[in-house]
C-alpha cells in the first residue's frame, strides 16, 4: 500500500527514528482531547461577529441599540471599546503593523468584522447581528493587484502609494552578465491562486477577563507566546497578565499565528463585560475572514547554456495581498528565495512587491510562498529542458545545491541530500517501466528552511527554550514553548529528551500550550520547531543529565579519562556498559544530595550568524503519476515517490504522517482548491463548493528517507512537513507537460484549462504542420 | 440558523397525512440530508416539520417479475445499494447510489426524500426516468401515479400537490437486452455532478435499438430526457458513430448554468463526452 | 419554544433531556449530554467531524434533528472503549499514528468502525470508500487506511482476558 525505505540507515538511536507512539494518541483517538472549541466556561457567553459586507467604505455610523434590547443579549462591542491600536506581526515594522481588528474608519474587505455581539445563547447572539445598524460609505474598491497599482485606483491603506505594501529585492552575482552568457533564454508569465487552510477546527477563543486585570484566553492557534505579546499590544495590558492556553490545536497550517477576529473579538467583549466570551467561526466564515494563501502572478527569465547549465535568472512578483499585511511580507521575501532552490544560479535576480487590494489578506500557508515559486520555476525548468532536448533529471542535477555550498550573501547549505534524491527518482521511474497510455509521471524538485532567523517579531526572548525537571521518581517534567498543531511536536521534543537524557519515551510528560506554565518559544510556523525548539530541548536534557552524572561521577571514583553515560536508563561508564546501575537509583541520590531540589536543567537556541534566511534547508525531489481522461481534463493521481532529506528523522511516524499529509494539501493546491473571487467576494465558502482531497482520491505516497546530517540540527535533524507542500503543483504540471506538450501557467489546474491546452496546442500543430501533439516521456 | 418550528411525528402512513392536510405551512422530512441545508440557511422557514422517518411501512424494497420494482420513500439509499434483488435486476441503480454523497448520508438519506428534493443535480432521477420510472405520490384524499420525468417541474420545484407526498418510486421490469449505464463528472469520486448522464438501450430480437434513453442531470432545471437521442437511434443498428451524434444531439438540447466548477461551454462538452460513454457502455451490457 | 422531552440511548446509557425540536444530534450530544469527543466542523454535511453512530451505521449527526434519533441505539466516540480498554480500531490509530491534530479522529474511527461492522474484510478501496465521507487536511488517510486495515486483518484483536 505504500512504501518506506530509507536510504543511508540511522545510527544506533534508543528512541530517536523509532516507532513510538504519538504521546497525545490516547486523549486524541478517545475524544477526551479538548480543543478550543469544546471549552465551556461558567457564567459563558456566546459572541457572534458582524461583518462587512462590502469591499471597501467608510463606516460612519455604528448603531446597536435595537440589539441590547434583544433579551438574552448582554453586550455589543466595536471598534470604539477598543484602544484603536493597528496591529501586525511584523512588529518591528511599524508601518506593516496595519490591521485594527474592528476598525473604526473604514473596512477593507467583505467579511472584515465591524461589530461583536455577546449573548446568553449563540442562537441569540446571532439574531442580534440582524439588529445593528451600520451606515456605510461605499468606496470604490480594487480586487486585483495588478489593477491596484495602477495611478488611479482607489487608496486602501493612507501612504502606501500605488497600494505597495511590501516589496523585497534579492540579487547575488552579475545578472546581466550571466544572462549574455547564456545560450537560451526563456520567459513565462505564471499565476498562482490561493488557498484556505481549511483546518478542521475553524477558528476559536474563549476570552474570560476577571476583575483583577487579568485576561485567560483559550485560543485555537500555532504560538501562544505570539498571542500573548500581541494581546498584550492590542489591549494595552502586560504580556505576563495575560494567559493563553492552547492544549489541543485542530490544525494550523500557518493560519493560525496571528490575531484573528474570534481571539480579538472575545476577548474585547470580555473585558467589556467581565464574563467569559466565546467565539467560535462557522465553516463559512472560517472561509471568508481568515487569511489564505497569497495569490501571485510571477514573471520569471531563464537563462541557460545549451548544455543545461544554469546561467541567470530574474523573476518579478506581484502578489495579492489583500487588505492588510498580515505574514504576508515574509511569503514575499521566502517566495523569492525559494523559487532560486534547489539550484546554483551564478546571476540571480528577484523583485516581489506585494499589493494591498480588497480582498482577504493573504498570509503564511504551509509552505509559504514556495509552492508559487515552484508552480513557476520547476515547469519553466522542464520545458526548458524539453526545448533543448535534454534530460529533466541530469539537467537539475548539475546544477543542484551540494553541501557546502554558500548561497552568495543568503545561505551556506550545511548538509544536502539532493543528488542521492535524483537516483531514488530515477530508480523509481525505471521501476514502472512502460506507463500505460493515459498516464505520464512529472517531477518537482525543491528545498525548504528550518526556521527563520529574522526577529520581525521583535522578541527579547531566546527564539526557542525548554525546561526540564526531573522528579524523585525518575519520570521527567519536560516543558516547553514550542506548540503541538498535531504535527507530532510535543512528542518529537519527548524524543528528543527522552534520547538525551537517556530515559524512556514513558518517562517524559511535555508540558506545552500553556504561556502560565512553559517558556516562551516563537511557535509552530516556518518548519522552525523540530531544529529550534529541538535545539533547546537537546540543551536542557544535557544540562539536567550532567547535573545528575556529577553525582554518579562522585560516587564512582572513575580515572578522570573515563566517561558516563545514561542509557536506556542505564547509568553506565561509556566503556563498560554491561557494568552500570538504574538510572532511578542516581535520581534519588542527586536529589538528596541536592538538599531536595530536583534537577532543573535549562536549554535555549536563537540562530546567530546563519544567513539571511535560515540556519538548515531540508531538500527533496518528487516525482507524481498523473492519468488524465482527455476527453474530460478529469485528473487522477495514481502514484507518486518522493525522495526527501530531513537531515536526521526524529519522529519516524510523525515524519511519515508529515509526507503524506504535506502531499495531500500540495495535490489539492495543484488541482483542487480553487478559490474564486468575484468583487471581492469568495465564490465557494462552503465545503462542498471548495473541493477538498478525500480518501478515495489520495494516491499511494512512497518516500524515500535519504538521511544526512545537519550539523546546526539536534542529532543532525533539520524539517520535514512543510517543504513537501512544495513541489506537487508542479509536478503535475510537469506531468501533463509530458503526457500532451501542454505548459499550464495556472494553478490549481482545472479540467477547462486542460481542454482547451489541448485545443490550443492542436491548433498550434496544425499550424505549424505536425501531427500529434505531446512528447512521450 | 433554522428557525423555530413544532416538530410532529406520525406513526403510520395514514396518520401522517392527516397531519399533514391539518397543518398549514408544513414541511415533511425524513432523512433530512438536503432539508435541514436548506433550513439552516434560512430558505425555508416551516412552522411544522413532519417527521415521516419512521414510518415503517413506507421503508421497503420490492420486487417481482411482473410489476417490477417497488421502493418505499423512506427508504435509505444504502439499503438499495446493498439491496440483492436491485443487484441482480438494476446493476445502475447500485452504482449510481454508490457515488452519492457519502456513505453517512445514503445511511440516513432517503430516495423519497431525494426525489422530492428536486435538485437537478441529485443522482437517483437521471437513473430512474432513463429506466422509465413512475413514481406514486398521495394525501388524505387519494393516491395517483406518474411518469417520474414528468414529476420534476423546476429547479426544485415538483408537481406535488397540497397534502401530498412521494409514496413510492416504481421501476418496471426491464425487457430482455436492456443495458444500463450513468455516470456524473466531478473531481471528486462521489461528490454532486458537474453534469451527470444516464442511458438505457433495448435491442430488438434482431438486434437493432427497439427503445433508448438518455436523461441528462444538472444541465438544466430538471432531468432532461433528450427526445432527438430517441428518434435518432431506434430502430437503427448501433454504432460509435451513432452514439459520437447523439452526444452532439445531447450538447445542444440542454440548459446548462455557467458557475464556478465550469463554464456552460464545458457543461455542453461534458454532456456530449458522457452520452456518448454511457451510450457505449449501456450497449455492451445489453450484449452480455 | 416549547422545549420537548427526548428520550436518547447513547453509548448503552438512557438520557433523558428537554430541548427544543429543532436541536441537531450533533448539538445535544455536546451540550445536553456533555459528550464532546463529537465535533462539528461545518453546516453543509461535508467534513464528517460530526460522524457518529445510529444502530451501528455511521451517520452524520450535524443533519439529524435529536428528535429523530428517540429510540435508537447511539454510540459515539466516548462508546467505543469497554472500561477503559481500547478498542481495536483506536489502538490501531495509535499504532500507524493515524491522527495529527485528531480534530477529525472520533469521527474518522466512529466511520472506520461503522465499516468494520458492516464489511469485516475490507479492500483496499472498500476502506478508502468507506471513510470518503470524512475529511482530514493532516494526515493524507493513508496512515488511516493502513490501521483500518490492520485492524481488519485482526491485528488488534480485543484482550478479553
Known sequence: MNKYTVINPPSDFKVINTHVHNIDGVAKVTGRATYTFDVKLPNMLYGKILRSPHPHAKILNIDYNKALQLRGVIGVATGKDTLGVKQGIWRRYQDLCDEQILPVDKVRYIGEPVAAVAAITEEIAEQALNLIDIDYEVLPAVYEPMEAIKKDAPEIHEGFERNINVTRHIEWGDVEEAFEEAEYIREDWFKCGGQAHMCMETRAAVSDYTPDGKLTIYHSNQSPYYMQGLMAGVLGMREGDIRIISTYVGGGFGGKFELDGAIFCSAVLSKKLFRPVKIVFTREEDFIATKRRTPMFYYVRTGVKKDGTFCAREAKVFTNGGAYTGMGATALYLTGFFHSFPYRWPGYRYDGYRVYTNTLPSTSMRGFGAPQAMWCSEQQIEWIAADLGLDPIDMRRKNSHYEGYEVPGQATIASCGIDQCYDEIKKWIASKGKLPPNRSIGLSACGFMSGGIFNWFDTPYSFSSAVVTINQDGTVELHVGAQEIGQGSNTTMAIICAETLGVKIEDIKVHSGDTDHCPPDLGAWGSRQTLMSGNAVKMAAEDAKKQLLEFAYAQSGLNIVYDLDIKDRWVHAIARPERGYDYGELVKKALRGKDGQRIVGRGYYTPHRKGMISPAYSYMLQGVEVEVDEETGKIKLVDTMTAHDCGQPINHLGLIGQLEGAFSMAAGYGYLEYMPYEDGKLMNPNLVDYKMIRATEMPPANIAEIDTYEPEGPYGAKEAGEGLTNPTAAAIGNALFHRFGIQLKECPIRPEMILNGLKEKAGQDKAAGKDKPGKKK | ?288 | MEKKKLRLTVNKQEYEVYINPKALLVEVIRDEIGLTGTKRGCDTVSCGTCTLMINGMSVKSCSILAMQAEGAEITTIEGLEDNGKLAPIQKAFIDHGSYQCGFCAPGMIMSAQALLNENPHPTEWEIREGIEGNICRCTGYNSIVRAIDATAKGAYKEDRS
Not at chain 2, 422530512?29 to 440557511?41: A, E, P, T
Not at chain 2, 441482480?88 to 452519492?100: G, I, R, S, T, W
Request: aromatic fraction near 6%; proline fraction near 4%; charge should be negative.
Open chain 2, 1 to 288: 440558523m433554522i428557525n423555530d418550528f413544532n416538530y410532529l411525528r406520525p406513526g403510520t402512513l395514514k396518520e401522517a397525512l392527516a397531519m399533514y392536510v391539518e397543518h398549514d405551512d408544513c414541511k415533511v422530512i425524513c432523512g433530512g440530508q438536503s432539508l435541514l441545508i436548506v433550513m439552516r440557511q434560512g430558505m425555508l422557514t416551516p412552522e411544522y416539520l413532519l417527521d415521516i422517518k419512521h414510518v415503517k411501512e413506507l421503508d421497503y424494497i420490492r420486487f417481482d417479475k411482473k410489476d417490477g420494482l417497488k421502493i418505499g420513500t423512506t427508504t435509505p439509499h444504502r439499503a438499495v445499494e446493498k439491496s440483492d434483488v436491485v443487484k441482480q435486476n438494476y446493476p445502475v441503480l447500485v452504482a449510481m447510489e454508490n457515488k452519492l454523497a457519502s456513505i453517512q448520508v445514503r445511511n440516513w438519506g432517503t430516495i423519497g426524500g431525494n426525489l422530492a428534493h428536486a435538485d437537478p443535480a441529485g443522482d437517483p432521477a437521471p437513473v430512474l426516468i432513463a429506466l422509465k420510472a413512475t413514481i406514486k405520490v398521495g394525501s388524505a384524499k387519494g393516491e395517483r401515479t406518474m411518469p417520474l420525468e414528468d414529476f420534476f417541474v423546476d429547479y426544485f420545484e415538483t408537481a406535488l400537490q397540497e397534502g401530498e407526498i412521494v409514496l413510492e418510486v416504481q421501476v418496471p421490469v426491464c425487457e430482455p437486452k436492456t443495458g444500463a449505464a450513468y455516470q456524473k463528472f466531478n473531481l471528486l469520486e462521489s461528490d454532486m455532478g458537474v453534469i451527470g448522464v444516464a442511458a438505457a438501450i433495448t435491442l430488438n430480437g434482431g438486434g437493432k435499438c427497439k427503445d433508448v434513453r438518455v436523461v441528462l442531470g444538472n444541465a438544466g432545471q430538471k432531468p432532461i430526457r433528450v427526445k432527438r437521442v430517441e428518434e435518432l437511434l431506434i430502430g437503427k443498428t448501433l454504432n460509435e458513430g451513432l452514439f459520437a451524434e447523439a452526444g452532439t444531439i445531447a450538447s445542444e438540447d440542454c440548459d446548462p448554468v455557467a458557475d464556478i466548477h465550469a463554464s456552460e461551454e464545458h457543461r455542453r462538452h461534458l454532456l456530449g463526452v458522457l452520452t456518448k460513454r454511457m451510450l457505449q457502455q449501456a450497449w455492451e451490457q445489453t450484449k452480455g
